[in-house]
């Protein structure tokens, strides 16, 4: 997911953003967005972190696309449903994971909005937002 993408999908409305991740193409964009969370992940902020993070990704009541962020040795990588137990589990549709990747949402309005899910480990949660740089986006300040 590089600075084009992300500038075309925040640049592109809403009714497009939601068409687009109904379409076909959401499966290759959803694989992207994972491949760059592994890829912009800082793993100075993150380097105390043993953890996997479940991201169940569709609309309620669908079966969802699962991966896992795992997160270990300062590094993190994109899989699709690893077998080990995740910390936390964040539910969300197709559109607010984009949204959310490219910095059009933030996880806290999604939350209390009603489109963002999670169980598990609350504060690691928390720091998710923290630990991924957004390709054109100015640095996250230190928590």
Not at 40 to 53: I, P, Q, Y
Not at 104 to 113: Q, R, W
Request: proline share 6%; charged share 25%; glycine share 8%.
């Amino acid at each position: 997911m590089g600075e084009a993408f992300v500038a075309g999908a925040r640049s592109s409305p809403e009714e497009l953003r939601r068409l687009t991740m109904k379409s076909p193409a959401r499966k290759l964009i959803t694989a992207q967005i994972f491949a760059g969370m592994a890829r912009e992940f800082d793993a100075e902020r993150g380097a105390d972190l043993d953890a996997v993070v479940r991201w169940e990704v569709g609309a309620v009541g669908e079966k969802p696309d699962v991966w896992d962020l795992v997160i270990r040795d300062g590094r993190c990588r994109a899989v699709r449903a690893s077998s080990e137990e995740p910390r936390t589990v964040v539910g969300l549709d197709h559109q607010t994971l984009l949204e959310l990747a490219v910095g059009l949402a933030n996880a806290p309005s999604a939350y209390i909005a009603g489109r963002l899910r999670m169980t598990g480990d609350v504060m690691l949660a928390q720091r998710m937002s923290a630990l991924f740089r957004i390709p054109g986006s100015k640095p996250l300040k230190p928590l």
